[in-house]
Each structure stands twice: as C-alpha cells, then as structure tokens.
C-alpha cells in the first residue's frame, strides 16, 4: 500500500486542499439514534432505539436475524426511513430533514452490500471512480488514482481492466468495498459482507477489512455472524435482541463474559 493511499492515518502534507478528505478523528460522537422505531406492518423492527456510534471507533452489530441490525444500516443509507425518532450523523440532521440534508448527509457514508451490486457494463476501474466524478466532481485523473490506490489497498491492482464477471466473488466483494472508500466517507457500514461468499473466499475479505480497520482511521459499522471478525475489529459490541439494544460492552467482556442470558444463548449457538 502507497503512502498516500486515501484514508491512511499518516498525516498529508496536501489533506488542507483536499474538500473531499476526512475531517481528524477526534473521538466525538459521530452517529447518533434517538428514540429510533421502525415498523413493517405490525412487525416492530426497532422499537424506541438510542445509540451512538463515536468518531473513528470500530462498532459491531450481532444479535438473531430479524433482530433490526440490517434495518440501521439502511436507514443511514437513507434506504429505509424510520416511523419515529430522530437520527443525526456528525451533528446534522439524517432523519427527520429535507432532501437537500439529506444528500449532503449522504455523502460523509459509505456502504458495502452482501451482493457486491457493482456496475456489470462497467470495468473495475470505472466501477470505483464513478462516484466520485460524478457525485464529488472530483476530476477523473484524480479519481482514477485515487481508484487504483484502493485496488492496491484491496489486492487487485491487476484488475483494474477487468470486468466484474470476470472476477471472483471474493474479488467482487475488495472491489465494492474499494468503491466505497473511494468517496472518502466518514463512517463505512458493512452488512454481512461475507455471506454472499464461498468458505474459501472469506478470509481474504476478511484480511482485507482488517487491514483497513489496523491502518485508517474510518469510523466502521459492522453487521456480522463472523465472531472471530468481531472480536478482532471491534472497540465495542452491541448485541441486539427484539430491535433494542440489550448489551454492550468491549469485544472482550461481551465474547468471554456476556451479562445478559439472550447474549449468551446467541454466542453459544453461533460460536
């Protein structure tokens, strides 16, 4: 990985002239859920939600399926609007606000999908590059570097010219999330990006999230039933149960010394 590959935490001598860059990581609350509830008919998927995510912090969603996790992430993808509540995202206002908020909003997040959903017409490197040309009006030079300085982050600086068909779906799945870095977004929301995925061609994914958790600064939220990656990537733990959040503590105290009975039921039947 260059030295000027985006994100990294070594300060850029040029990040003063760079609108699109990350603001510092100063530990103050980035994500915020107040009294979040959202309901598919008379199905309650989050009931009455507060939580909050910290700038530059690693947090992990786990609990049953059905329990709301993905539910969260879309709504900060603004794929889902919540019935009541309030969500703010580095002190403005996601939900309830008006389109233009909520564009400007958009920008600061990034998502990786269990389906790559990447562009099949187009080639890897227009695949990462799109967005930021056309969305950031970055200048297309600039965003191609920046698109293969990602690929060299993700492994895949030999596939900048290949067309996603051509790629495996571990190879699919480094180029979306590559994609989704390429804006430079304050908080990456990763939803069981691996359960898409042959065994095999987990843990390069896997690797590949690691490596980007160890050596940027980016605040990550993460959906998973990978515990081990949890436990590795996180700084905290929520376990979710009924669309509430029934616990929350370290990696470490949740995984070897849960409080709650449901979080223990949950870990001993997915562990």
């Not at 709504?75 to 995202?89: H, R």
């Not at 940027?216 to 905290?236: K, P």
């Amino acid at each position: 990985m260059s030295a000027d590959t985006p994100l990294m935490k070594e300060p850029d001598a040029n990040a003063g002239a760079d609108a699109n860059a990350n603001p510092p990581v100063d530990g103050s609350e980035l994500i915020r859920f107040e009294h979040v509830t959202k309901r598919f008919g008379t199905n309650t998927v989050l009931d009455g939600l507060d939580f909050c995510v910290d700038s530059g912090k690693h947090v992990t969603l786990i609990g049953p399926s059905g329990s709301g996790k993905t539910t969260i992430l879309r709504m900060l993808m603004t794929l889902v609007k919540p019935d009541e509540g309030t969500i703010t995202v580095a002190g403005e206002r996601l939900f309830p606000a008006n389109e233009q908020q909520i564009r400007d909003v958009r920008k600061k997040i990034g998502m990786v999908f269990q389906q790559f959903n990447l562009f099949p017409n187009m080639k890897v490197l227009r695949n990462i590059t799109e967005a930021p040309v056309t969305v950031l009006g970055l200048p297309k030079d600039e965003a191609e570097q920046r698109a293969r300085d990602l690929l060299e982050l993700v492994g895949l600086t030999d596939k900048a010219d290949a067309y996603p068909t051509q790629l495996s779906g571990g190879q699919q799945q480094r180029v979306a999330i590559a994609r989704a870095l390429a804006m430079r977004p304050q908080v990456l929301l990763l939803d069981e990006v691996t359960s898409a995925l042959d065994p095999e061609l987990v843990a390069g994914v896997l690797d590949v999230l690691r490596d980007i958790a160890r050596t940027t600064d980016i605040t990550m939220l993460c959906v998973t039933h990978e515990m081990n990656f949890a436990r590795d990537i996180s700084d905290q733990v929520l376990m979710f149960d009924s669309g509430r959040v029934i616990e929350s503590g370290s990696p470490e105290r949740i995984f070897s010394d849960p409080e709650h009975d449901r979080t223990r039921e949950f870990l001993s039947a997915v562990l």
